[in-house]
């Protein structure tokens, strides 16, 4: 459907010089109680959107840097980047950023597992019941430091690491319950084309191939990317036990790229540069989001009913001023919305 209506609509913005999310609400019904009630509907739900984002930077930084950067002092350090982006920058900039970032990370997505199999293992080795890989390992270890092998003649402080049997059930049924969370999910993604930064997208691609091309490309990037994540993820639960308690502590990603990292140089310098990309695809999103938000409350709020004899500074200003609440929303939420709150918020 995004395929249908996103050309459609570009071409729509080129000849009637659309440039707020909800011009086509206006432009075909005219109506400013509409529009006002779509610009609320649009921006609300970015509101979490770009929370979800500050938080996942936050717990992101502080797994890479095992605590040394806390979660509050990442939030306002990705606060205080994005909005200095905000005053440099624009959409393009975004887009072309999120291009860099999103090719160092597909690289990075390849190389992680890869690493993490050759190291610990293929599945058709850690998938047998006492394969070669297996050991038992102490669970009376401090933080930071790698486990004692033990014998598993005391099994009660004894664990056993590194088949998959033994380690854990990595599979079970999903309750009712999250049956329709996900359904509601795949419900609520197929509107995700609807939000103000895609829309926004749309507007400033360069012909409807381009737009088509890049469609197509987002459609199959979680693809790659999913396989990748799921690899590591496995290979971390069956393996995990003999790291170091931070780094079973840390989620798979940041586990398994502080346990590569200290493989080798070059091992280093890949996870370096997949953590960065990382990093700062999260922040690229979250300016794109702010930046759709700022567009549309300025335009259709400010301009269309608050002001509209409104300058084109006075418009400047207000865009930062949206974007400057927006961070702040995002870094006070933030402290609420964790990681196991982000299937329910999205």
């Given at each position: 459907a995004y395929l249908l209506f996103?050309?459609?609509?570009?071409?729509?913005?080129?000849?009637?010089?659309?440039?707020?999310?909800?011009?086509?609400?206006?432009?075909?019904?005219?109506?400013?109680?509409?529009?006002?009630?779509?610009?609320?509907?649009?921006?609300?739900p970015q509101v979490l959107y770009c929370t979800v984002q500050f938080s996942s930077f936050a717990y992101n930084l502080a797994g890479l840097t095992l605590g040394a950067v806390d979660l509050g002092t990442g939030r306002l350090i990705m606060g205080l980047i994005i909005f200095v982006l905000e005053l440099a920058g624009g959409m393009k900039s975004v887009?072309?950023?999120d291009a860099i970032q999103g090719t160092l990370m597909l690289f990075g997505f390849v190389l992680l597992p890869a690493f993490a199999l050759g190291y610990y293992g293929t599945f058709g080795n850690l998938s047998e019941e006492y394969c070669s890989n297996c050991f038992f390992i102490s669970s009376n270890s401090s933080l930071g430091a790698c486990p004692e092998s033990c014998e598993a003649e005391a099994p009660s402080h004894c664990t056993m690491s590194g088949c998959m049997p033994q380690v854990a059930k990595l599979y079970s049924y999903p309750t009712w319950t999250a049956r329709f969370g996900m359904l509601w999910f795949i419900v609520t993604?197929?509107?995700?084309?609807?939000?103000?930064?895609?829309?926004?997208?749309?507007?400033?691609?360069?012909?409807?191939?381009?737009?088509?091309?890049?469609?197509?490309?987002?459609?199959?990037?979680?693809?790659?990317?999913?396989?990748?994540?799921?690899?590591?993820?496995?290979?971390?639960?069956?393996?995990?036990?003999?790291?170091?308690?931070?780094?079973?502590?840390?989620?798979?990603?940041?586990?398994?790229?502080?346990?590569?990292?200290?493989?080798?140089?070059?091992?280093?310098?890949?996870?370096?540069?997949?953590?960065?990309?990382?990093?700062?695809?999260?922040?690229?999103?979250?300016?794109?989001?702010i930046l759709g938000v700022s567009s549309t409350i300025t335009f259709d709020v400010f301009k269309d009913i608050l002001r509209p004899k409104a300058t084109d500074r006075e418009m400047v200003y207000m865009g930062y001023t949206m974007s400057g609440i927006m961070v702040i929303l995002s870094i006070v939420l933030a402290y609420y919305i964790l990681p196991p709150d982000f299937g329910t918020v999205l």
């Open positions: 996103a050309p459609r609509l570009r071409r729509l913005a080129v000849e009637r010089s659309y440039s707020s999310p909800n011009d086509f609400i206006k432009d075909r019904f005219r109506s400013p109680l509409l529009t006002l009630m779509c610009t609320v509907f649009m921006c609300v887009v072309l950023s993604l197929i509107f995700f084309p609807l939000n103000p930064h895609m829309v926004q997208r749309m507007y400033i691609a360069r012909d409807d191939m381009a737009l088509k091309v890049s469609s197509m490309i987002l459609f199959l990037m979680p693809f790659l990317a999913a396989m990748p994540g799921i690899i590591t993820g496995i290979v971390k639960k069956v393996v995990e036990q003999d790291w170091p308690v931070s780094s079973q502590k840390a989620s798979a990603f940041s586990g398994m790229c502080i346990e590569i990292m200290g493989k080798g140089t070059f091992e280093y310098f890949i996870v370096s540069v997949l953590n960065c990309a990382a990093l700062a695809a999260i922040m690229s999103t979250a300016d794109s989001v």
